[in-house]
């Protein structure tokens, strides 16, 4: 006799996503996310679809919307803090449910030029430096 774990019918912020980030706003498909960790500008996109671990679990119009969306942030960092480089990435490899990590890189940065992922340990946000940040990235989208 299977034990199938039931699948969430509707969206739920996987544990590790809401442990690690901030809310920021809501998109029209996303969760705007900021990673608590201040060596890097460092946000994620979470579409609120149930069940969704891969770019193919959205239908198209859902794909398209994302894109736009990862657009949308790409500029705000671009437009904010003039990176070197944008890293976009969806990997899942450790947190499954779908989201994308969009990323401004700089030459003088902890982890150039490699990935972020494990070359530094996260440098957490005071809580002063947590709020400037997350109104600077609103007020950014509202312009």
């Known amino acids: ?8 019918t509707r969206y739920e912020l996987h544990p590790q996503l809401a442990a690690d980030t901030h809310p920021v ?9 900021l990673m608590d960790d201040s060596n890097y500008p460092w946000l994620v996109l979470v579409p609120r679809v149930p069940n969704a671990h891969e770019l193919i679990d959205l239908d ?12 949308l942030v790409s500029r705000l960092l671009r437009d904010q803090f003039r990176p070197f480089k944008l890293n976009v990435a969806a990997l ?4 499954p449910q779908l989201h994308v990590h969009v990323i401004a890189r700089f030459e003088h940065d902890p982890a150039w030029p490699a990935p972020v992922w494990g070359r530094v340990t996260a440098k957490p946000y005071t809580p002063e430096a947590l709020v400037d940040r997350i109104n600077a990235l609103r007020e950014g989208l509202l312009l």
């Not at 859902?62 to 990862?70: A, P, S, V, W």
């Open 1 to 8: 006799m299977s034990h199938k774990q039931a699948q969430p």
């Open 25 to 33: 706003i809501a998109l029209a498909l996303c969760e705007l996310r």
């Open 60 to 71: 198209s119009d859902q794909r398209r919307q994302l894109t736009e969306e990862i657009d």
């Open 92 to 95: 899942g490899n450790l947190v």
